[in-house]
């Protein structure tokens, strides 16, 4: 039998490496859309390439898209400085619409390959609070994708699968590790430099060591000055 495809928003972070592998262990001919958008932290882009390939993807795609010309976010706005104390409420590190542009882009090209499956490495225990990493809305996109496409229409139902939603980031690193991800090739800093090196301090740092701290597990994390 052929295996089916999947289209996996890949990041080039922790939870995105980890989705990855999971859908290879389901089987997946694994497909990863990354995205050039303006991020502050480009070396994720490197890091994404470097998973890609770690993984054994089948194709690795990065669209480019000019989120920076609307900012509104710490990511996307040099002007904002990205926060180094625990958030209250939603962080201004959160990207204006960021889940929604990228899974619709997934959405396209799953129906051009032929693929029912997307899967998203969205998060709602260890994360930064986020409205479009919440089980809702991954829900309604779901009907969305199943109302707006012709795969849909036509009975080819399409899934969005988000299989880190209620595991918390100890969890994760603990899962990845069983299956082989290699983390150290994975960028988590919302500021991190050119070569990939973490600043320490922002939210997705200290998820990121609380996780592999929990877990028991070395971290691999280069940090800045280091």
């Known amino acids: 039998m052929t295996a089916k495809k999947a289209v996996v928003l ?25 995205f050039d958008y303006g991020q502050r932290h480009r070396s994720e882009l490197a890091a994404a390439e470097r998973v890609a390939s770690a993984a054994g993807a089948v194709e690795h795609k990065v669209v ?12 996307t706005d040099d002007s904002i400085a990205v926060p180094e ?5 939603i962080p201004v590190t959160y990207v204006p619409a ?6 619709s882009i997934a959405l396209g090209w799953a129906e051009v390959l032929g ?3 997307i899967f998203v490495g969205v998060n709602a225990v260890d994360y930064s609070g986020y409205p479009d990493c919440r089980p809702e809305y991954i829900e309604a996109f779901e009907r969305m994708a199943n109302l707006a496409t012709r795969a849909g229409v036509e009975g080819h ?8 939603m209620h595991m918390s ?57 280091a």
């Open 85 to 89: 104390d625990a958030p209250e409420g």
């Open 10 to 34: 890949l990041s080039g972070g922790l939870d995105s490496a980890t989705v990855l592998a999971m859908a290879r262990e389901q089987g997946f001919e694994c497909y990863a859309l990354g």
């Open 157 to 164: 139902r399409l899934h969005i699968r988000a299989p880190l």
């Open 169 to 225: 980031k100890a969890d994760i690193v603990r899962r990845g590790t069983e299956l082989g991800v290699d983390y150290s090739l994975t960028v988590s800093c919302y500021q991190a430099d050119e070569r990939g090196a973490a600043c320490g301090r922002c939210d997705s740092c200290r998820l990121r060591a609380a996780g592999f701290a929990e877990a028991g597990l070395a971290d691999p994390t280069v940090y800045a000055g």
């Open 64 to 75: 480019r898209l000019d989120l920076r010309s609307i900012g509104g976010s710490a990511l």
């Open 98 to 103: 960021r889940n929604t542009v990228f899974l």
């Open 115 to 117: 693929s029912q499956d």
